[in-house]
């Protein structure tokens, strides 16, 4: 490895560690907890550093979009991977309900269930803007698609999710 790849590494690893609280939540909401999260987290660095190495990272403008890019696609693939393979643990028979939890633990997950009954695009901008604290902007560069698609499924997404919350306070 060259100089060169290693000021970049240097400056990767200096992105992922400003940015770790950011990535962490973001992929904890996303894959539903922080066990995860952390692999996901370590396979998008593996996957960062594979492309420095081989020198196909050498062009890349923005290192926070694209690192929360590549998250991104891994928290995606690891979601379609583990939908083909539903397993339930033993101790998943007990009904969550009747366990008596912190209330930031349940306020945690009904926001994720709330996520999930909104479309996938909405959720994911959402996600990545609240949790991955992304600027609009940023969540249009990541998901590469425009500034007012961003701004309007972030919208869509919130009030249905509004509804979803009025529904069951009443």
């Not at 904890?28 to 692999?39: F, M, P, Q, T």
């Not at 891994?74 to 033993?90: D, E, G, N």
């Not at 997404?157 to 509004?162: A, H, P, Q, T, Y």
């Given at each position: 490895m060259n100089k060169e790849n290693n000021i970049t590494m240097n400056e990767l690893a200096k992105h992922l560690q400003r940015e770790q609280p950011h990535l962490m939540r973001y992929a904890?909401?996303?894959?539903?907890?922080?066990?995860?999260?952390?692999?996901a987290l370590q396979d998008a660095y593996l996957k960062l550093c594979g492309k420095l190495s081989d020198g196909t990272g050498k062009d890349v403008k923005d290192w926070r979009n694209y690192i929360f890019r590549t998250l991104s696609n891994?928290?995606?693939?690891?979601?379609?991977?583990?939908?083909?393979?539903?397993?339930?643990?033993?101790d998943a028979r007990l009904d969550l309900a009747d366990i008596p939890s912190?209330?930031?633990?349940?306020?945690?997950q009904r926001i994720v269930q709330l996520l999930a009954e909104i479309p996938e695009e909405q959720a994911e901008v959402i996600r990545l803007r609240i949790y991955g604290n992304n600027s609009f902007a940023d969540v249009a560069e990541i998901l590469a698609l425009p500034l007012p698609t961003v701004k309007s499924r972030?919208?869509?997404?919130?009030?249905?999710?509004?509804?979803?919350m009025k529904q069951t306070n009443h």
């Open positions: 904890c909401y996303r894959l539903g907890d922080a066990d995860n999260a952390k692999d891994i928290c995606t693939s690891r979601l379609s991977q583990s939908s083909r393979f539903k397993t339930v643990p033993i912190e209330n930031n633990e349940a306020d945690n972030f919208l869509y997404g919130l009030e249905k999710i509004r509804k979803a």
